[in-house]
């Protein structure tokens, strides 16, 4: 349903990086969100349909760098000689696998996936509610998107145990509480937003910063 949300880490946190300094009150319109992530049965059909050689899905930047690039399809697939997908793994081709999270997509692949599919990508302070927040109060804001309890290997595909995306449909103990799946650990998601700072932004002194 949205409303005001309070995007960023609360000040009392443990610890948390400077670009997630500080909460602060953002609107959110009433908005929708998939389940799971994209994965690569759902990504290559845009790629069979021609998702790469028709500018309509494509803004203008999107556009020009596919024409610098020469691409196709995302670098690091090829079809074998029956047709069927491979995607580069390592130094390895392997058959694709369908149900996985897609990876390796940049954001103006993403986007024009979106554009193709009827759909748009997530704002920020969309996916950030939609994996802490609940249904009772968006800014009671869980640790995990599951609750407080440590990550598992029951709950998150982390620290490259699989060595690859799993499926995006797997480990339903990591479901939200508005039941979106996944959403720490298999794979990094793209949002709408522009990187940049939150207000009153000042850098941390890390070292090799």
């Known amino acids: 349903e949205g409303g005001s949300y309070l995007l960023g880490a609360k000040q009392d946190i443990e610890f948390c990086f400077d670009n997630e300094k500080w909460q602060h009150p ?15 049965q759902q990504y290559a059909a845009f790629v069979d349909h021609g998702g790469y050689d028709n500018p309509a899905y494509w803004d203008e930047d999107g556009w020009n760098w596919l024409e610098k690039n020469g691409l196709k399809q995302p670098d690091g697939w090829k079809k074998d000689e029956d047709g069927n997908w491979l995607i580069k793994h390592f130094d390895q081709w392997l058959p694709m696998f369908p149900d996985a999270a897609v990876i390796h997509i940049c ?3 993403a986007n024009a996936y979106c554009r193709w599919a009827n759909r748009r990508l997530p704002s920020e302070a969309e996916w950030e509610l939609a994996a802490s927040g609940t249904p009772e109060n968006i800014n009671e ?4 998107p599951w ?10 595909n982390m620290n490259s145990r ?13 479901d939200s509480a508005f039941g979106c799946r996944q959403m720490i650990g298999n794979t990094w998601e793209w949002t709408a937003d522009t990187f940049g700072p939150y207000p009153g932004f000042t850098p941390d002194m890390y070292q090799d910063y």
Do not use: C
């Open 26 to 40: 953002i609107e959110v319109a009433p908005f929708s969100i998939a389940r799971a992530a994209t994965n690569y």
């Open 107 to 109: 954001w103006h692949e």
């Open 141 to 144: 804001k869980r640790t995990y």
């Open 147 to 156: 609750g407080e309890e440590q990550p598992t290997e029951n709950r998150a």
């Open 162 to 174: 699989a060595m690859r995306t799993i499926d995006v449909g797997a480990l339903p103990g990591s």
